[in-house]
Nanobody, 124 residues
Framework: QVQLVESGGGLVQAGGSLRLSCAASGRAFSSYAMGWFRQAPGKGREFVAAISRSGGNTYYADSVKGRFTISRDNAKNTVYLQMNSLNPEGTAVYYC?????????????????WGQGTQVTVSS
């Protein structure tokens, strides 16, 4: 069992930056692939980024490529999402997720554990 707690959300102006963190409890964090998803008001959940167990491979949605960076620190049981050049379309609740399979899926069905989410609001 893994418990995930996101933090770092907030209100930011368009063009600004935020860094989200997701702290995982339990052992074997390094055996999980990790992902970030988001859900905007009235929309479905959307893949944002994923990272392999070692951190050596990363994957991004086209909409965030070049602006967002996913990383992890296995010694701290934490995964991060650095978000730069934010725009109002980035307003959403951001969730981190862990995949027991170790595969960094781009769809939510591949993930077994989810955090409670953190709100990001980008003002224009």
């Amino acid at each position: 069992q893994v418990q995930l707690v996101e933090s770092g959300g907030g209100l930011v102006q368009a063009g600004g930056s935020l860094r989200l963190s997701c702290a995982a409890s339990g052992r074997a964090f390094s055996s999980y692939a990790m992902g970030w998803f988001r859900q905007a008001p009235g929309k479905g959940r959307e893949f944002v980024a994923a990272i392999s167990r070692s951190g050596g491979n990363t994957y991004y949605a086209d909409s965030v490529k070049g602006r967002f960076t996913i990383s992890r620190d296995n010694a701290k049981n934490t995964v991060y999402l650095q978000m730069n050049s934010l725009n109002p379309e980035g307003t959403a609740v951001y969730y981190c997720a862990a995949a027991r399979s170790g595969s960094p899926y781009s769809h939510g069905l591949g993930y077994d554990y989810w955090g409670q989410g953190t709100q990001v609001t980008v003002s224009s």
